[in-house]
Structures are given as structure tokens and as C-alpha cells.
């Protein structure tokens, strides 16, 4: 099986920084790409970003300039690194990896538990 343990998250006044780590760790043979979700109540879940192997990203509208993602390949960890934090940012923040796993090397995706981060003043 695989585990996804999520850290960093807590409450932030605006304009503050936050930053968030999840290290995979189980029978993995590869992570093609890992990422964050987030959830605010009363919403559906989004895309905040995501970063494959090779360092292709993409970020939501909402969160360029503001948000970084990036990996360690070698701990199966990804970080998401969180800047001027606005309100509209509060939410429950997952992360989420595509494993490859098994002696076919099928793909299964994964959640961690989730963190909450909340920017309020």
C-alpha cells in the first residue's frame, strides 16, 4: 500500500506565508505526478497544482504568482509553498500522488488526509 502524510498547515493572517509538505512512502515504483487540491466548505474540490517527474507544472488562475510547487524525487515528497495568502484561500488542502505500483506498474492515485489552512485576520 501507499501512505500520504500531509504537514504545515494552520492559521495565517492575510498576506502571510504558508508552506506545505507530503512525503509518499509504501510499495511505489514511480510518482509520475504529484500534487495539491483544495476544498473550502460549501465548494467542490480544485486544483491548486501539480508537478509531474520531469517538472512540467501547472497552477490554478487563482494562485500564480503567489504559489510554488516543487518536488523531491529522491523522498517521493511534495512541497507547496504558499505566499501572500488571501481569505479566499482557506480551505482543506490535499495532497494527491499518481503512483505507479505492482508488478504491472499500474497507476492508482492516492490522497493524504488533508491539512487545514486558514488565512483570516
Known amino acids: 500500500q501507499v501512505q500520504l502524510v500531509e504537514s504545515g498547515g494552520g492559521l495565517v493572517q492575510p498576506g502571510g506565508s504558508l508552506r506545505l509538505s507530503c512525503a509518499a512512502s509504501?510499495?511505489?515504483?514511480?510518482?509520475?505526478?504529484m500534487g495539491w487540491y483544495r476544498q473550502a466548505p460549501g465548494k467542490q474540490r480544485e486544483l491548486v497544482a501539480i508537478?509531474?517527474?520531469?517538472?512540467?507544472?501547472n497552477y490554478a488562475d487563482s494562485v500564480k504568482g503567489r504559489f510554488t510547487i516543487s518536488r523531491d524525487n529522491a523522498k517521493n515528497t511534495v512541497y507547496l509553498q504558499m505566499n501572500s495568502l488571501k481569505p479566499e484561500d482557506t480551505a482543506v488542502y490535499y495532497c494527491?500522488?499518481?503512483?505507479?505500483?505492482?508488478?504491472?506498474?499500474?497507476?492508482?492515485?492516492?490522497w493524504g488526509q488533508g491539512t487545514q489552512v486558514t488565512a483570516s485576520s
Open positions: 508537478m509531474s517527474s520531469d517538472g512540467t507544472t
Open positions: 494527491n500522488a499518481r503512483v505507479r505500483r505492482g508488478f504491472f506498474a499500474a497507476e492508482y492515485d492516492y
Open positions: 509504501g510499495s511505489i515504483l514511480s510518482i509520475p505526478t
